[in-house]
């Protein structure tokens, strides 16, 4: 017998509000005729019998109604030994993210979903389910205790982020299904960033009992880790001051003030090693200028040396792809000399890849082969050489990737090269005196993307567009639009490749967009995006996915992708290889990468750094979870004592005890209050 909420009993102190009632009442007299007062001697009357309790029992259901009142939001519970859970589905979830890792969690987790799968009776039904980066249903509900536990062994220490936001979603529709209750037992280190950020995501059903069991107890160790680093995926001159430097952010978790050494190591050897004073729980920044990089795939390294109490997370890895420069075929109209100049400006001053712009004609692509160019850009070019555009086409739907702008040649009904349709109408805002601006801007298209683009929309809000084609978007992916909707940027993927429509120029006639610092951002993020350079190296975060081949139907034989994860095997079948458009990053290390598009890639995939703070969560939230499923508290549930109890909550039965109390006290009081009518 226990009380999850002992505070209400606070309230028994109202308890003396019955008594003080009872004792508040007036001593009635009644008078009586009398000749003379003549023989009557003045006395002293003692009222103590008039302050003495009357309507006993009436005073008692009072009393009672008020204790169980609060004895009912005190919320009362009983233990009763759990003799019979046969008919309880039990859910054995088993947490394997990368902070289990640390220390002896996992294993320490494992051996107590093992001990309690022992104690299972041979006819209740269990189910294994490992909860990482994603939660998976390991078995179906059975009663086999060898498979069970062979499920258990099964499981090892994965580099996925764990969310309990996700085990409540799947545990809600895996409850809908199943017409029992269910005992849900989760072991795991109960990570603080672990939990979403609305709560509600983590609640379960009434017919689910949660029970926690906390591997992660006592003080939690100190952790420093390589929290993030920012690299050049692809690097064309060691020497180049601007380009060639390693940055890397070295936080720390609970962690006093210390200096730390850390190390650049670049396939397998160090090559550089700095101090930094780390300040207490705070981070510190250590750079690594130049590199020393040879030709190719470069698996390179930033790590903490020496060591701390969870060692798994003390490097981050990445690829650095040294080449030579690439080139880019700008293809203008013979009168246009001003697009190509602020082109090569922005693409020279770009932060993240060395390019050479090669300036021609579009009479001048004759005898081109735009193969050989990283990408393509057409502008303000409506008529091509049939044989350069046919060329152009074919290599797109291969992987090849096209900037179109659309210059002051696009009239009405002018034909888009590559494109498929025509231009709808044209918009000179400069006749009507006024510029249109651009309305709304798609930061998570590559050729866009900002992590916090502002209050001035990213830097776009001041520009002006003086003329602009107005296009059918169709298929295609609107990725800015200007402020009367018109769209701005478009995106279609072509087979393999992709055609980057701007309805407005690359020079500042028809904007002034080149006079902004942001056209710098635009053309250093679409040439990125063009040439695919970030998808061929650089690094990215477990579960995240990578795309293989196009989502549309290419041009074409199907071609066959290639992946070989960080132990060598090969995890797609022959036809995965043939068909799959997506690959989801299941482990940390470096993975080789083919495409469809036939272009080699060598990527560097690193665990999620909030599985670094291996802080918990708080008893309160933890104790919240667990009743809000219709279970309890660690300390007041089954798993205190090896599960041989369940929980009871007595309080609906306290509060049915009240309402009867409360109808006879009043009867009862009603009764009274009759008799005192009469009296009088």
Same mark, same amino acid.
């Given at each position: 017998?226990?009380?999850?909420?002992?505070?209400?009993?606070?309230?028994?102190?109202?308890?003396?509000?019955?008594?003080?009632?009872?004792?508040?009442?007036?001593?009635?007299?009644?008078?009586?005729?009398?000749?003379?007062?003549?023989?009557?001697?003045?006395?002293?009357?003692?009222?103590?019998?008039?302050?003495?309790?009357?309507?006993?029992?009436?005073?008692?259901?009072?009393?009672?109604?008020?204790?169980?009142?609060?004895?009912?939001?005190?919320?009362?519970?009983?233990?009763?030994?759990?003799t019979d859970t046969s008919g309880h589905l039990l859910l054995l979830v088993l947490d394997n993210s990368f902070s289990m890792r640390a220390g002896t969690r996992f294993s320490g987790a494992k051996q107590q979903a093992i001990a309690l799968l022992s104690k299972k009776s041979g006819s209740q039904k269990a189910q294994v389910i490992a909860?990482?980066?994603?939660?998976?249903?390991?078995?179906?509900?059975?009663?086999?205790?060898?498979?069970?536990?062979?499920?258990?062994?099964?499981?090892?220490?994965?580099?996925?982020?764990?969310?309990?936001?996700?085990?409540?979603?799947?545990?809600?529709?895996?409850?809908?299904?199943?017409?029992?209750?269910?005992?849900?037992?989760?072991?795991?280190?109960?990570?603080?960033?672990?939990?979403?950020?609305?709560?509600?995501?983590?609640?379960?059903?009434?017919?689910?009992?949660?029970?926690?069991?906390?591997?992660?107890?006592?003080?939690?160790?100190?952790?420093?880790?390589?929290?993030?680093?920012?690299?050049?995926?692809?690097?064309?001159?060691?020497?180049?001051?601007?380009?060639?430097?390693?940055?890397?952010?070295?936080?720390?978790?609970?962690?006093?003030?210390?200096?730390?050494?850390?190390?650049?190591?670049?396939?397998?050897?160090?090559?550089?090693?700095?101090?930094?004073?780390?300040?207490?729980?705070?981070?510190?920044?250590?750079?690594?200028?130049?590199?020393?990089?040879?030709?190719?795939?470069?698996?390179?390294?930033?790590?903490?040396?020496?060591?701390?109490?969870?060692?798994?997370?003390?490097?981050?890895?990445?690829?650095?792809?040294?080449?030579?420069?690439?080139?880019?075929?700008?293809?203008?109209?013979?009168?246009?000399?001003?697009?190509?100049?602020?082109?090569?400006?922005?693409?020279?001053?770009?932060?993240?890849?060395?390019?050479?712009?090669?300036?021609?004609?579009?009479?001048?692509?004759?005898?081109?082969?735009?193969?050989?160019?990283?990408?393509?850009?057409?502008?303000?070019?409506?008529?091509?050489?049939?044989?350069?555009?046919?060329?152009?086409?074919?290599?797109?739907?291969?992987?090849?990737?096209?900037?179109?702008?659309?210059?002051?040649?696009?009239?009405?009904?002018?034909?888009?090269?590559?494109?498929?349709?025509?231009?709808?109408?044209?918009?000179?805002?400069?006749?009507?005196?006024?510029?249109?601006?651009?309305?709304?801007?798609?930061?998570?298209?590559?050729?866009l993307e900002q992590e916090q683009p502002g209050r001035d929309n990213g830097g776009w809000a001041d520009t002006k567009v003086f003329y602009a084609a107005s296009v059918d978007p169709g298929q295609s992916r609107v990725a800015a639009r200007l402020s009367d909707g018109t769209p701005l940027l478009l995106d279609k993927q072509m087979g393999?490749?992709? $055609?980057?429509? &701007?309805? *407005? !120029?690359?020079?500042?006639? %028809?904007?002034?967009?080149?006079?902004?610092? @942001?056209?710098? +951002?635009?053309?250093?993020?679409?040439?990125?995006?063009?040439?695919?350079?970030?998808?061929?190296?650089?690094?990215?975060?477990?579960?995240?996915?990578?795309?293989?081949?196009?989502?549309?139907?290419?041009?074409?034989?199907?071609?066959?992708?290639?992946?070989?994860?960080?132990?060598?095997?090969?995890?797609?079948?022959?036809?995965?290889?043939?068909?799959?458009?997506?690959?989801?990053?299941?482990?940390?290390?470096?993975?080789?990468?083919?495409?469809?598009?036939?272009?080699?890639?060598?990527?560097?995939?690193?665990?999620?750094?909030?599985?670094?703070?291996?802080?918990?969560?708080?008893?309160? $939230?933890?104790? &919240?979870? *667990? !009743?809000?499923?219709?279970? %309890?508290?660690?300390?007041?549930?089954?798993? @205190?004592?090896? +599960?041989?109890?369940?929980?009871?909550?007595?309080?609906?039965?306290?509060?049915?005890?009240?309402?009867?109390?409360?109808?006879?006290?009043?009867?009862?009081?009603?009764?009274?209050?009759?008799?005192?009518?009469?009296?009088?």
């Amino acid at each position: 017998m226990g009380f999850l909420a002992p505070w209400f009993l606070g309230g028994l102190v109202a308890l003396g509000v019955p008594v003080f009632v009872h004792l508040l009442r007036k001593h009635v007299t009644t008078p009586r005729p009398v000749s003379s007062l003549m023989f009557f001697e003045r006395g002293i009357q003692s009222s103590t019998r008039h302050k003495r309790l009357r309507y006993l029992l009436l005073f008692a259901l009072r009393s009672a109604l008020l204790l169980l009142v609060v004895v009912a939001f005190a919320s009362p519970f009983a233990r009763r030994p759990a003799t019979d859970t046969s008919g309880h589905l039990l859910l054995l979830v088993l947490d394997n993210s990368f902070s289990m890792r640390a220390g002896t969690r996992f294993s320490g987790a494992k051996q107590q979903a093992i001990a309690l799968l022992s104690k299972k009776s041979g006819s209740q039904k269990a189910q294994v389910i490992a909860l990482g980066g994603q939660m998976e249903v390991l078995t179906q509900p059975i009663t086999d205790e060898a498979q069970l536990r062979a499920a258990l062994d099964g499981i090892q220490p994965g580099d996925g982020h764990a969310n309990f936001g996700e085990l409540g979603r799947s545990i809600r529709a895996m409850a809908e299904t199943a017409q029992r209750p269910v005992d849900l037992h989760l072991f795991s280190d109960m990570q603080r960033t672990a939990t979403p950020a609305n709560f509600a995501d983590m609640v379960l059903p009434p017919n689910v009992t949660l029970v926690l069991h906390d591997v992660a107890k006592g003080a939690v160790p100190p952790n420093w880790t390589v929290e993030s680093v920012s690299a050049p995926a692809e690097l064309a001159d060691p020497k180049d001051p601007k380009r060639s430097r390693v940055q890397a952010v070295v936080a720390g978790f609970g962690t006093p003030e210390a200096e730390k050494t850390i190390s650049l190591v670049v396939n397998g050897k160090p090559i550089a090693t700095h101090k930094v004073k780390v300040p207490a729980n705070g981070r510190a920044t250590v750079e690594f200028a130049p590199i020393d990089v040879g030709y190719g795939f470069n698996r390179c390294e930033v790590r903490i040396e020496g060591g701390d109490a969870f060692p798994a997370d003390d490097a981050s890895i990445f690829v650095i792809r040294r080449s030579d420069p690439e080139r880019v075929l700008f293809v203008h109209a013979a009168n246009d000399t001003r697009s190509a100049l602020y082109f090569g400006a922005a693409l020279g001053a770009a932060a993240q890849a060395s390019f050479v712009l090669q300036s021609v004609t579009a009479e001048q692509t004759t005898d081109l082969d735009p193969s050989r160019f990283s990408f393509v850009v057409l502008s303000d070019t409506v008529t091509l050489p049939s044989i350069f555009e046919r060329t152009l086409a074919q290599d797109v739907s291969k992987g090849e990737s096209v900037l179109v702008a659309l210059g002051t040649h696009a009239g009405p009904h002018a034909r888009i090269p590559l494109w498929g349709s025509d231009v709808k109408e044209v918009h000179n805002y400069a006749r009507t005196g006024e510029p249109a601006t651009v309305g709304s801007v798609d930061f998570t298209h590559p050729a866009l993307e900002q992590e916090q683009p502002g209050r001035d929309n990213g830097g776009w809000a001041d520009t002006k567009v003086f003329y602009a084609a107005s296009v059918d978007p169709g298929q295609s992916r609107v990725a800015a639009r200007l402020s009367d909707g018109t769209p701005l940027l478009l995106d279609k993927q072509m087979g393999e490749g992709h $055609v980057l429509l &701007l309805t *407005s !120029g690359l020079e500042n006639l %028809t904007n002034d967009l080149p006079l902004h610092p @942001v056209f710098v +951002v635009l053309i250093d993020k679409a040439a990125g995006y063009l040439s695919g350079r970030e998808r061929l190296s650089g690094s990215q975060l477990v579960d995240s996915f990578v795309q293989l081949r196009s989502a549309v139907e290419p041009m074409g034989a199907t071609a066959n992708v290639e992946v070989i994860d960080p132990d060598g095997r090969r995890p797609l079948s022959l036809d995965e290889a043939r068909t799959v458009q997506t690959f989801q990053l299941r482990r940390a290390g470096f993975y080789q990468i083919r495409y469809a598009n036939g272009r080699d890639a060598v990527i560097g995939v690193n665990p999620d750094r909030r599985e670094s703070d291996l802080q918990p969560i708080a008893q309160d $939230v933890q104790q &919240l979870w *667990s !009743g809000n499923s219709g279970g %309890t508290t660690p300390e007041h549930a089954a798993a @205190v004592d090896d +599960v041989k109890y369940h929980p009871i909550r007595l309080w609906w039965y306290v509060m049915l005890l009240a309402l009867v109390v409360a109808l006879g006290e009043t009867a009862l009081a009603s009764r009274y209050m009759g008799t005192q009518r009469e009296e009088a």
